[in-house]
């Protein structure tokens, strides 16, 4: 399978402790997004990087997230002290640099914090 | 990147063409109209983007009107499994453009 890939697909933690998803992207995209779905809603944007430079990131994304792309291939993010509102979906995609740019979404990893 | 609406939900009959519209009336010349749609507990599926022509795949065709101000997303043949969220983005296109902006979707049903 040569689609976006995510791990884990599930993480259930207790507050306040630190969970760690990871991403691996299509080969050969140099973009990476992270996104984050609530129930009934659609997904919100995070951040992204282009190759291993984190170019832009959201207001939701607080000092306790943070998100790494060492080598410009996967992607980590991180969240410190996890609070129940964390719950949520986090979704990954990737995509090309310039000319096409659609995104391609992974399967996504379902947080439930306790 | 513009604003779109779409209506909240939808029925559709297995075997008939589902037609899903959106409206993007602020719409700029170098923005893209996008379509995704989200199956249950799964991530969102690319399923097709145009400028102003008229576009097609082997998922669904786009029309897209010619003002620009709206288009519509038709799955020509609808099967059980294509009972989903569809989302209408609309956002810039080439070395500028990177994140999507989802609104609320339309909830599609298809019914036996």
């Known amino acids: 399978d040569t689609g976006v890939s995510q791990n884990p697909r599930h993480k259930i933690t207790k507050r306040g402790q630190n969970v760690t998803f990871r991403c691996d992207p299509i080969s050969e995209h140099n973009r990476l997004y992270w996104y984050r779905q609530t129930l009934g809603q659609g997904p919100e944007f995070l951040t992204y990087f282009q190759n291993e430079a984190q170019l832009e990131k959201s207001r939701l994304l607080s000092d306790r997230f943070s998100a790494e792309r060492p080598k410009g291939s996967f992607s980590t993010l991180e969240i410190q002290r996890t609070e129940q509102g964390d719950s949520a979906m986090y979704l990954c995609?990737?995509?090309?640099?310039?000319?096409?740019?659609?995104?391609?979404f992974g399967p996504g990893t379902r947080l439930l914090v306790l | 990147d513009a604003k779109t609406t779409q209506p909240p939900s939808m029925d559709c009959a297995e075997g008939r063409a589902a037609n899903l519209p959106c409206n993007h009336s602020?719409?700029?010349?170098?923005?893209?109209v996008y379509w995704y749609r989200q199956i249950h507990s799964q991530g969102p599926q690319y399923i097709i983007h145009?400028?102003?022509n008229n576009e097609t795949n082997e998922m669904a065709s786009l029309i897209i009107t010619e003002d620009r101000k709206s288009s519509t997303l038709i799955l020509p043949h609808a099967t059980l499994r294509d009972t989903a969220v569809y989302y209408c983005i609309v956002r810039v296109g080439g070395a500028a453009g990177n994140k999507l902006t989802f609104g609320g979707g339309t909830r599609v049903l298809v019914k036996p």
């Open positions: 602020t719409i700029s010349g170098n923005e893209y």
């Open positions: 145009g400028l102003k």
């Open positions: 995609a990737s995509s090309l640099e310039a000319g096409r740019q659609t995104q391609y």
